[in-house]
């Protein structure tokens, strides 16, 4: 179990107040964040690995200030963009994978072995030699998933990673991410996929407005958007 605390955490972007005093303590498995167009849940989501740091207040991931030690988050703390291609850096499927391990110390064959697993584990074994690019947008997603995972994070923030796909890719891409040994916080605009979630964030203008169960939190969402069920 990974815990993130957030403490009095304030966002200015180009004289803009992204956020505006958000105070979390996370240690759920699977937390959603939802919120309208514009309301800072991509900033809070950069937050959670040092992508974004707060321009006051603190991140802390398992007690490690995300301001001075990025990258012993970022190792622990996986990121899945919106778009996978921003994610795929590699020709080939299989290299792409290995690049993440390029640091790892393991050799080689060890890598090879690793990569040919998680493909194998994600239905992406027998693409393994195609060119990235020609993969469906599911499979891009799902490349860029096994991607964050084979370094071995404890946590994964997901940043709207279905918006991309049709339904059934959404539904696997969703099945997977519910699947994960590692903990997740999705962000996601797609009310259905929170619904097995342990808690919800809604964000608003800045700030996290309610903090709840998906029961609660969804319809809280629905009126304060004011489209109710
Ligand atoms: N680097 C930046 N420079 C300037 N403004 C920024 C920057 N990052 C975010 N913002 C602004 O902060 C606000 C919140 O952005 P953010 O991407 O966190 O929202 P969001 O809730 O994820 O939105 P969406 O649902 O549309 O993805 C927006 O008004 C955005 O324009």
């Excluded at 007690?63 to 970022?74: I, N």
């Excluded at 964000?203 to 029961?215: E, S, T, Y």
């Excluded at 969804?218 to 004011?226: F, I, N, Q, W």
């Amino acid at each position: 179990m990974t815990e993130i605390v957030l403490d009095d955490v304030h966002v200015h972007r180009e004289g803009r107040h992204v956020l505006r005093g958000v105070s979390l303590r996370i240690t759920e498995r699977r937390v959603a964040v939802i919120g309208a167009n514009g309301s800072g849940k991509s900033t809070l989501a950069r937050l959670l690995n040092g992508l974004v740091l707060p321009t006051t207040g603190s991140v802390h991931v398992d007690g490690l200030d995300t301001r001075r030690r990025g990258r012993d988050v970022r190792r622990r703390v996986g990121f899945m963009f919106t778009d996978p291609d921003a994610q795929i850096l590699m020709p080939t499927v299989a290299e792409d994978v290995a690049y993440s391990l390029r640091r790892s110390g393991l050799s080689r064959a060890e890598i090879d072995a690793r990569v040919a697993a998680e493909l194998d584990r994600y239905g992406l074994a027998g693409h393994a030699d195609h060119p990235a690019h020609l993969l469906s947008g599911g499979q891009k997603q799902l490349l860029a998933l096994v991607g964050v995972l084979v370094s071995g994070p404890r946590l994964v923030v997901a940043d709207e990673p279905t918006t991309l796909l049709d339904l059934r890719r959404t539904r696997d891409v969703a099945a997977r991410l519910a699947a994960l040994e590692q903990d997740v916080v999705l962000v996601t605009h797609d009310l259905d996929l929170v619904a097995g979630y342990d808690r919800v964030l809604v964000v608003d203008d800045g700030r996290v407005v309610v903090d709840d169960v998906p029961a609660v939190a969804v319809p809280a969402y629905r009126t304060l958007m004011g489209v109710p069920a």
